[in-house]
């Protein structure tokens, strides 16, 4: 069975000021006792569901940011990813290129890491200033440079567009040295002001100046151009990759395939059902290591919320729904759920609807959270 396994680390050195993902600064001196307890969960948890479903497909190391562990930590955590799910397809790790050397990234390497992700998000060191990065330009060219030395062959890049200050030559900037690195995979994401972020509370102030919303559409066209004219498909809304290295983890989570999380805050679905584990690191540390369930959250996918999962998941891709998968998940055929929905789409342009597939448009694509919100079933 496919399934794969999601891994959290909450730490970070520096809050950047647009995250609202569970992750926090300053609690350094939770890491030894967290990465114990999550080697912990890692042998209750995954032990089991190896078990049960046999290897996982893929691993991910997500935060925060992992690479802020040290060394010996980060050892004794993948030590113990590789004795309980032995050597998957692609194992990714999220570096911040600011915290990375020659010796981490080898150790990475020697521990069957095959995949990293940097979060660049921009190659303009005022840009990067601007929203909390913690490294410089010259910073992530010199990661990624080791990363190749340490024996990478597959490398992403996130980059950032519609940032305060940014304007389209800043970003044209950013995506030529991208592309000069010639990494296998590059995401792109706007900027969302999420609640409870610095960026929130400064647009509440009135103190946050951000591009208009057509010069905005303008980088979002430039990238989505600019990126298939340099071999780099477009096979998910926010993801380019070199045909061959596009992300198997990511693709699981759009394609309904299940995945367990482990570590504070992680989300998990399995058997059509989803959990989260408290964010609370403290609590997590304890409850692991009492032998309790670090779970808080336990969501009971009903028939019509796995439906729109489904359907607006499967959209994020290039590929689309597949009528063929939809019937066999739900035992009905999706035009006698979404037939009116899709027709209305089809007409305005946004999807379109052939043999076993609906997929986005280059314009549904755009306008992505519009579409999907008319796959909602429940209010």
Request: aromatic residues 12%; charged residues 20%.
């Amino acid at each position: 069975m496919q399934w794969g396994v999601y891994i959290h680390i909450p730490f970070c050195r520096q809050k950047c000021f647009y995250c609202d993902f569970p992750s926090w600064a300053g609690r350094e001196k939770y890491m030894e006792a967290y990465i114990g307890a999550l080697c912990r969960e890692i042998r209750q948890q995954g032990s089991l569901y190896v078990r049960q479903w046999g290897w996982p497909s893929t691993i991910y190391i997500g935060g925060g940011t992992p690479s802020v562990l040290p060394e010996e930590l980060l050892e004794q955590m993948l030590q113990q990813a590789r004795d309980i799910f032995g050597h998957v397809a692609e194992f990714t790790m999220e570096c911040n290129p600011g915290t990375v050397d020659a010796a981490k990234l080898a150790l990475l390497h020697r521990y069957g890491v095959n995949r990293l992700s940097f979060g660049v998000q921009s190659f303009d060191d005022r840009l990067l200033k601007c929203v909390g990065r913690i490294h410089t330009a010259a910073q992530a060219v010199e990661a990624i440079a080791l990363a190749r030395a340490a024996g990478f062959t597959n490398v992403s890049l996130d980059l950032m567009y519609g940032l305060p200050g940014q304007n389209l030559a800043d970003l044209q900037a950013s995506v030529a040295q991208a592309l000069a690195l010639q990494p296998e995979h590059i995401s792109i994401y706007g900027l969302q002001l999420e609640e409870g972020t610095a960026f929130a509370k400064m647009q509440e102030l009135g103190k946050l100046h951000l591009p208009g919303d057509e010069l905005t559409e303008q980088m979002y066209d430039y990238m989505t151009q600019e990126l298939p004219a340099h071999g780099y498909a477009r096979y998910e809304i926010s993801n380019f990759a070199r045909p061959g290295y596009e992300s198997r983890h990511n693709l699981s989570y759009w394609q309904d395939v299940p995945y367990l999380g482990l570590g504070a805050a992680a989300h998990s679905y399995l058997e059509h059902q989803r959990w989260q584990n408290t964010a609370d690191i403290a609590a997590y540390i304890a409850q692991v290591e009492a032998g309790a369930s670090p779970r808080t959250m336990e969501e009971p996918a009903t028939r019509e919320i796995a439906m729109e999962e489904f359907a607006f998941l499967a959209l994020r891709t290039a590929t689309g729904i597949s009528r063929a998968r939809f019937q066999q998940r739900f035992g009905v055929c999706l035009d006698s759920i979404y037939g009116a929905v899709i027709g209305e789409l089809v007409r305005q342009g946004a999807l379109v609807s052939e043999g076993d597939c609906v997929h986005l448009t280059a314009r549904g694509a755009k306008y992505g959270n519009l579409v999907f919100e008319k796959f909602l079933l429940t209010n």
